[in-house]
T-cell receptor, first 113, second 115 residues
Framework: EAGVAQSPRYKIIEKRQSVAFWCNPISGHATLYWYQQILGQGPKLLIQFQNNGVVDDSQLPKDRFSAERLKGVDSTLKIQPAKLEDSAVYLC???????????FGPGTRLLVL | GENVEQHPSTLSVQEGDSAVIKCTYSDSASNYFPWYKQELGKRPQLIIDIRSNVGEKKDQRIAVTLNKTAKHFSLHITETQPEDSAVYFCAASPPHSNSGYALNFGKGTSLLVTP
C-alpha cells in the first residue's frame, strides 16, 4: 500500500513570499489533515478535511494560510505572505474516517529567511 | 480545547531497562489516545493506540494504560533496545461525529537507550 505523499520535501523562501505544499493521501482515505510541527514540539493541527469539506480549521491562521481539497483527494496548503515564525515541518496525514488510524506523510520542511 | 501534557521531556535508560512516559489530558470527551514514534528527520509512526473502552493494551514490548477517571495515560516499553531511541509523542482526541480524529499532541519525550 502506497503511503501519504508530500511535495516538495524542502523549501527555502524569504519572508513575505508565498509558498504552496501538496499532499496526496492514501487511496480511499476520506479524512485528510494538515499539521504544523515546529522544531522540538509536537505536531499542531491546522486543518482537517472530510472528503472535500472542512471539518475543523479553528487553528489555521486564516489571514495568511489557506488550504483546499477540491476533488476530495489531493490537497494543497498555501502560505501568503510567509513570516519567519512559519519555519516548520508541515505534515499531511490521512485516515479512513471515524476512529481510524492517521498515517503521516514525510513532511515538507520550510525555512523562511 | 484539549490540552495534553507529557512527561518527562527527556529520558535516558540503559539497554534492557524499562521506559515509562506519562501523559495527562484535559477534555473528558477525549476517547482516542495514540502514541507515535518519530526518528530524527522522519515522519511520526503510530506504535500503539488505545480507545476509552479499554484500560490497557499490549503489543510485544510496548504497552499503554489508560485511566479515564484521572485523565492520564502512559506508554511502557520493556527490554529497551538502542533502536527504541527516538522522540515519542502522545496524543488525545475527542471524536468529530463520523469524520475522524483531530489529534492534540504532547510536546514529546526524547528517549535515549544506551548500550
Amino acid at each position: 500500500e502506497a503511503g501519504v505523499a508530500q511535495s516538495p520535501r524542502y523549501k527555502i523562501i524569504e519572508k513575505r513570499q508565498s509558498v504552496a505544499f501538496w499532499c496526496n493521501p492514501i487511496s480511499g482515505h476520506a479524512t485528510l489533515y494538515w499539521y504544523q510541527q515546529i522544531l522540538g514540539q509536537g505536531p499542531k493541527l491546522l486543518i482537517q478535511f472530510q472528503n472535500n469539506g472542512v471539518v475543523d480549521d479553528s487553528q489555521l491562521p486564516k489571514d495568511r494560510f489557506s488550504a483546499e481539497r477540491l476533488k476530495g483527494v489531493d490537497s494543497t496548503l498555501k502560505i501568503q505572505p510567509a513570516k519567519l515564525e512559519d519555519s516548520a515541518v508541515y505534515l499531511c496525514a490521512s485516515g479512513q474516517g471515524a476512529q481510524e488510524t492517521q498515517y503521516f506523510g514525510p513532511g515538507t520542511r520550510l525555512l523562511v529567511l | 480545547g484539549e490540552n495534553v501534557e507529557q512527561h518527562p521531556s527527556t529520558l535516558s535508560v540503559q539497554e534492557g531497562d524499562s521506559a515509562v512516559i506519562k501523559c495527562t489530558y484535559s477534555d473528558s470527551a477525549s476517547n482516542y489516545f495514540p502514541w507515535y514514534k518519530q526518528e530524527l528527520g522522519k515522519r511520526p509512526q503510530l506504535i500503539i493506540d488505545i480507545r476509552s473502552n479499554v484500560g490497557e493494551k499490549k503489543d510485544q514490548r510496548i504497552a499503554v494504560t489508560l485511566n479515564k477517571t484521572a485523565k492520564h495515560f502512559s506508554l511502557h516499553i520493556t527490554e529497551t533496545q538502542p533502536e527504541d531511541s527516538a522522540v515519542y509523542f502522545c496524543a488525545a482526541s475527542p471524536p468529530h461525529s463520523n469524520s475522524g480524529y483531530a489529534l492534540n499532541f504532547g510536546k514529546g519525550t526524547s528517549l535515549l537507550v544506551t548500550p
